[in-house]
């Protein structure tokens, strides 16, 4: 079967740092994504792995293992701005289909 | 250049009656997709097509049909609505498999009485 873990939701404070965490398990893997996304609003593409190790992009990194089915999304300097929902995605091999997490609500408080 | 556009943003359905969700992209892309998203269950794939006249079945199809006659164009429709089909529905796009993510459109908002 297909499934992706994530934790429902988060509490961080402002110009901290937090790390959500992602596992999966797919029939097949061709890259993990991430996504934020604002209430009411569409999907935006955050990053992208097919390789082992850390992406990084300014304030956002992501991190894959996949012998261990395992993501992490590392947000620092939090701002309250970044407050939404974070999907963890996973493209299947044959790369036609995107499996999608329920989603990580994450709160910024001041 | 707009991106992925969706018609209408909300649509208030009684049980039975039949509505299409229209989906454009100006980007050239070959794949589109439609999702639903509904509390607690992250974004579900309805269908999907590889490029233009071909369509398949993701994971809940049911209910839902799709056509692909025109690249830029996706639509999906409803024969009979159901209130198990108030959800947000999105379309996506890319312009091809592996490392291209999916663009999204804004979303429709459909409520089924």
């Known amino acids: 079967g297909q499934n992706i873990d994530q934790p429902t939701e988060m509490t961080a404070t402002e110009g901290a740092i937090v790390q959500i965490n992602c596992t999966y398990q797919?029939?097949?893997?061709?890259?993990l994504f991430w996504y934020q996304q604002h209430a009411g609003e569409a999907p935006t593409f955050l990053s992208y792995n097919v390789l082992d190790g850390l992406e990084e992009k300014g304030r956002f990194s992501s991190f894959l293992s996949r012998s261990k089915g395992y993501s992490y999304l590392l947000l620092k300097e939090l701002q309250m701005k970044d407050s939404a929902s974070y999907l963890c995605a996973v493209r299947n091999t044959g790369g036609f289909k995107t499996i999608f997490g329920a989603g990580t609500r994450l709160f910024v408080k001041a | 250049n707009a991106g992925v556009t969706q018609t209408p943003k909300f649509r208030v359905l009684k049980t039975g009656q039949s509505m299409t969700l229209l989906c454009a992209q100006d980007m050239n892309h070959e794949y589109m997709y439609w999702y639903r998203q509904d509390p607690g269950m992250g974004l579900r794939l309805i269908h999907y097509s590889v490029g233009e006249g071909t369509t398949a079945k993701g994971e809940v199809p049911d209910g839902y049909n799709v056509s692909r006659l025109k690249k830029q164009n996706f639509l999906l429709g409803l024969e009979s609505a159901a209130p198990s089909q108030t959800s947000v529905y999105f379309c996506a796009s890319t312009f091809r498999r592996g490392g291209e993510t999916q663009y999204f459109g804004p979303g429709t908002r459909l409520l089924v009485l």
């Open positions: 797919t029939s097949g893997f061709n890259g």
